[in-house]
Each structure stands twice: as structure tokens, then as C-alpha cells.
């Protein structure tokens, strides 16, 4: 098994075809990242593979530089409306992304690439499958469609790759994913990508794979270790005040991920940053396809050096030198903690993440810190500090730690039993959370 550290794996010694190595060349790439170079090897072996990994770790030429390969080994004549790869990803801005990518590594092969995503007209989508593309990168809702009018057969399919695999459930895709699969090959290799593996992609994962192996880059831990991540308890009304603060103690002109639970409060917390003279945009699932690809191509190109978005929206973000992540508000699910702070300190680089925690949102931050498994350095240098007290790490059952994290109702402060099982310097010698 190869290591972060492993300098000895080359693309060559993994035996990708001269071709694709010009085509990282290009790209300057010089070493295969850990999940490239623990995949790639059982891929080009034909194997089906489970990788846990999450975007930014380089999966998706851990998937697509192999399976270029492949294709080109066994060369075979276009075919109208079929095609050999397909890539189902949950959002379009993933499915583009990939699709660029897929390109890039094929652009010494006469691979041809078809993409198919909702939102957009279908006729070009149509002619493009009509060619006979070798690989298809769609999400599932369009994708259905287009083969329920017969524009698209997977009779010839040989390889299936399942990207995001928890995000396409979580966002309610396994039926579509469940039709998809069902008109496949049962010959083929198929592979599955997912960041996390509750039972229900582990249950998914044994029916659409056969005699996997599993590739598992601990993407959480390392990008954990890079990232400063600190909490700023803070009440609700003061959270815009508290971003200018945070904006310009921290951005320092870097590209800046805001999150935000929901779409209206994405483009109340834009609008607000507007108005005080940032310039800043917000991308959500409301936002027509137009605005969201404006919007992260300003992003991208540094016009608008602050983003706004929700959680699904953010998902096909793959903007590189992201100095800075804040958490607007905490997430209902902790995992997507993970993925949000992972938006920054990509390829190696270090990142901040500062999240906001007002009353209501101390579970929230405890479900976090129990997931990482580590606080969140409590930041009490901001003039808006909050008044409740912060929670725990608390690794006992839920049904004993009820009512073990105060909420201060009262507004002044919590009980401080926090502080025996937090002695770190910050606990001690007063609440550090009060308002000054
Ligand atoms: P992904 O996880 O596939 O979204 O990739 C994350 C980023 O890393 C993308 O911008 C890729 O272009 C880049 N990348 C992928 N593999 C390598 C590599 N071996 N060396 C340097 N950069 C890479």
C-alpha cells in the first residue's frame, strides 16, 4: 500500500500508457496522489473498487487515467447512442468538472466525451449521444430521461463509475440511480466513490459491485490537520458583523467559501456583504444555470472574491486557493462539516476555517467535534463574542448527555462544568465567551 509519503510510485511505474503521461506532463503533474496510486493499479487489473475518498483527493483521475487506459487497449468502433463509460455524479458543476478533466487526461487519445445534465436544452445533449461518445459524465435525472426516450442504451456499457455516492443519496437519487444500474451490463467493472460509508452505501455498494476492493484515503484526518479550525460563539443577530470582522482579520484578499443552512439566508448573508462594500455572490440550486456558472467563474478569476452557497451548490466548487472557509451556520449533518472545510487547503495547501456558533447551534457543534474527533479552537478575540457557553466533546451515549451542555438561557453563561474536562488555557480563569 502506498503512503502520502511514498515518493517511489511514478505515473510510469504504474503502467499508464505513454499518451496519458504526456497528458500529466502537460498538466504538470509529477506524482500520483494516494488514492491514484492505490486505485490505479487494481483498476487497470479490471477490478471493481470502493474508494473513500472525498473531492480534492484527486479521485477523479484515480478513476478516469485507468479507465482511459482500458478503452484504449481494447479499441472498438463508435456506436450511436451507447457508450463504453459512464459516470454518474450528483450535480452538473461535478459532472462538468469531470468531464474537463476526463478530456484533459484523454487529449492524446481519441476519447469523445458526452455530457448530460438538467437545466440546460437537450438537443445538443442529444447529438452528442446520438455520436456515439465513448464516455457519458451525466447526473442521474437528465440522464433517465434522455434513455427513456431512447437516446441513450447502456447495453454496451463497460464501465460504471458511481461518484459521491452518499451525496447522490442524500440527495435523493437512488431511485434514479436504482434505474440507471438496472438497464447496465451485469458484465462490467463497475466503481463506487463516496466520502463517507453509512450502511446504506455500504448495502448499495454490495449490490452494484462484485468482489470490491477498497481504497480508503483518510481525507478527513489529513485535511483536518491543515486546516486551522476555530469556533466563534457568536448570537445569531450578530453573525454579519461577525463575517466583516472575520473578513478582514483572515481573507486578506484570499477566495472566501461562506456556507449558509439555506438558500434565502445564502443570499441574505450576500446581500448583506454587498451593501457593506464586499463583493460577493451567492450560488444555490434556485439560481438558474447561467447565474451559478457566472458566479463561479468569478469566483474562479478573483472578481468576486466572496462566495455564498449552500451545501449541494457547493459540491461542484473545485476552485483551487480557497484561503478561507467560514461556516455561516453550523450544518444539520456533521459530515457535511467535513466537506465544507475541505473546500479549502486543497492539493496540500493550508486553509482557515472559522464556523459560527450562536445558542441554538451548540449540538450541532458538539455532533461535529464528536466526528472529527477534536474541539474547534474556541476564537474569543472578536468584539462580538457570544454569550453562551460552548460545548463538549461528549463521547457518552446520547441518552446520558441530555442536558450536559448548557445553553445559558439566561444569558450569562453556562454552568462551567465544561472546563474540568476542557483544561486547555482557554477554559480557565472565566468565561471566555461572555460578551465584553
Ligand atoms: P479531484 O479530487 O479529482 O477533484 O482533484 C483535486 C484537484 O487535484 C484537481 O484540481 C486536480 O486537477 C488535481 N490533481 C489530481 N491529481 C493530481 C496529481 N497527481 N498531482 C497534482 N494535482 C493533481
Known amino acids: 500500500m502506498h503512503t502520502d509519503t511514498d515518493t517511489s510510485v511514478t505515473f510510469a511505474s504504474l503502467s499508464l500508457s505513454a499518451p496519458l503521461q504526456r497528458a500529466l506532463a502537460d498538466k504538470g503533474y509529477v506524482r500520483p496522489s494516494p488514492i491514484q496510486a492505490q486505485a490505479i493499479p487494481h483498476l487497470l487489473q ?3 473498487l470502493i ?52 478530456e484533459g487526461y484523454g487529449r492524446h487519445l ?23 461518445p465513448d464516455i457519458v459524465v451525466a447526473t442521474p435525472g437528465r440522464l433517465l430521461d434522455l434513455m427513456q426516450q431512447g437516446h441513450l442504451h447502456l447495453d454496451r456499457t463497460e464501465f460504471f463509475v458511481l461518484d459521491e455516492a452518499d451525496r447522490m443519496l442524500d440527495m435523493g437519487f437512488a431511485p434514479d440511480v436504482g434505474r440507471i444500474v438496472a438497464r447496465l451490463p451485469k458484465h462490467r467493472q463497475s466503481l463506487l466513490f ?7 452505501i455500504r448495502d448499495l455498494a454490495n449490490r452494484l459491485l462484485t468482489n470490491p476492493v477498497t481504497v480508503e484515503i483518510a481525507q478527513a484526518g489529513t485535511t483536518a490537520d491543515r486546516i486551522e479550525q476555530t469556533v466563534c460563539f457568536v448570537d445569531r443577530p450578530d453573525k454579519h458583523r461577525l463575517l466583516l470582522h472575520v473578513l478582514n482579520r483572515h481573507a486578506a484578499g484570499q477566495r472566501t467559501l461562506v456556507f449558509s ?19 460577493a455572490a451567492a450560488i444555490h440550486g434556485n439560481k438558474g444555470q447561467g447565474a451559478r456558472q457566472r458566479a463561479l467563474g468569478e469566483f474562479r478569476d478573483g472578481i468576486v472574491p466572496v462566495l455564498v452557497a449552500t451545501d449541494i451548490a457547493a459540491r461542484g466548487i473545485d476552485v483551487s486557493e480557497i484561503g478561507l472557509v467560514v461556516n455561516y451556520d453550523l450544518p444539520e449533518e456533521p459530515e ?18 472559522v464556523a459560527f456558533c450562536d445558542r441554538e447551534e451548540h449540538a450541532l457543534l458538539r455532533d461535529i467535534q464528536r ?45 462551567p462544568s465544561f472546563r474540568h474536562r476542557h483544561p486547555s488555557p482557554l477554559h480557565r480563569g472565566g468565561n471566555p465567551y461572555r460578551a465584553r
Open 194 to 200: 463516496s466520502a463517507t460509508m453509512p450502511s446504506s
Open 371 to 415: 466526528l472529527i474527533r477534536r474541539p474547534l479552537t474556541p476564537d474569543t478575540d472578536h468584539p462580538f463574542a457570544g454569550r453562551g457557553a460552548p460545548p463538549t466533546v461528549d463521547h457518552r451515549p446520547p441518552a446520558s448527555r441530555s442536558r450536559t451542555t448548557p445553553s445559558a438561557p439566561n444569558g450569562h453563561g453556562g454552568r
Open 46 to 48: 479490471g477490478r471493481d
Open 261 to 279: 443552512r439555506t438558500k434565502h439566508g445564502a443570499d441574505k448573508i450576500a446581500r448583506n456583504l454587498v451593501r457593506d462594500g464586499v463583493r
Open 336 to 353: 457535511a462539516y467535513v466537506h465544507r472545510i475541505g473546500r479549502t487547503a486543497r492539493a496540500g495547501a493550508s486553509g482557515r476555517a
Open 110 to 132: 481519441r476519447v469523445r466525451c458526452a455530457l448530460v445534465f438538467g437545466g440546460v436544452g437537450e438537443q445538443p445533449q442529444i447529438r452528442a449521444l446520438a455520436a456515439g
Open 51 to 102: 474508494g473513500l475518498a472525498q473531492t480534492g483527493t484527486g479521485k477523479t483521475a484515480a478513476f478516469s487515467l485507468p479507465l482511459l487506459d482500458l478503452l484504449q487497449r481494447r479499441p472498438a468502433a463508435p456506436q450511436p447512442r451507447r457508450c463504453r463509460v459512464l459516470v454518474l455524479t450528483p450535480t452538473r458543476e461535478l459532472a462538468i468538472q469531470i468531464a474537463e478533466s476526463v
